[in-house]
């Protein structure tokens, strides 16, 4: 079991700790989300992930970010009523965060420094994802181009995998 992941934690909207240690045994899939992004479609592939593997196991955590374009103008008061009614979105999402630069999330300072991406290790843009295994192993990580469908048949692998 990879113990560096689960002690990991982040903050709801309203500031309440999600203990990663909460996941232990599940599969993860962390995605840092943007509203008014080009590519927020994705949303409803996440939700479709998360609605069909969820009693098997499987969490989907958004962490919104502002950090590209200003893509993400909602606050911590106001993203996850977004989400909901513009994207269906029932998953879990954080405060807000940054996923680069001397603020980096501790989530994301991990999963990039255990997961690099092509151009080195900084995110690049909205909807990043890294999937995460039962045992708290980073397994991959995905471009933001990537479909949340295309994943599925890594989450399905990794879902049965005991």
């Not at 990991?8 to 962390?30: C, M, N």
Request: aromatic share 12%.
């Amino acid at each position: 079991m990879n113990k560096a992941f689960y002690q990991l934690e982040a903050r709801t909207p309203q500031g309440k700790s999600i203990p990663f240690a909460d996941f232990e045994g599940k599969v993860v899939l962390i995605v840092n989300t943007a509203t008014k992004c080009g590519l927020a479609s994705q949303f409803g592939g996440l939700e479709n992930l998360y609605q069909r593997y969820k009693n098997e196991g499987l969490v989907v955590l958004g962490f919104p970010c502002d950090q590209f374009a200003g893509q993400e103008p909602e606050t911590n008061e106001t993203v996850e009523q977004a989400c909901k009614i513009n994207h269906g979105v029932t998953f879990p999402l954080t405060e807000k965060c940054n996923v680069n630069g001397k603020d980096t999330h501790p989530a994301f300072k991990y999963l990039k420094n255990k997961l690099g991406g092509f151009f080195g290790s900084r995110i690049k843009w909205n909807f990043t994802k890294f999937l995460i295994d039962r045992e708290g192993n980073p397994y991959k990580r995905y471009a933001p181009v990537k479909s949340p469908a295309s994943l599925e048949k890594d989450i399905e692998k990794l879902l049965t995998m005991k």
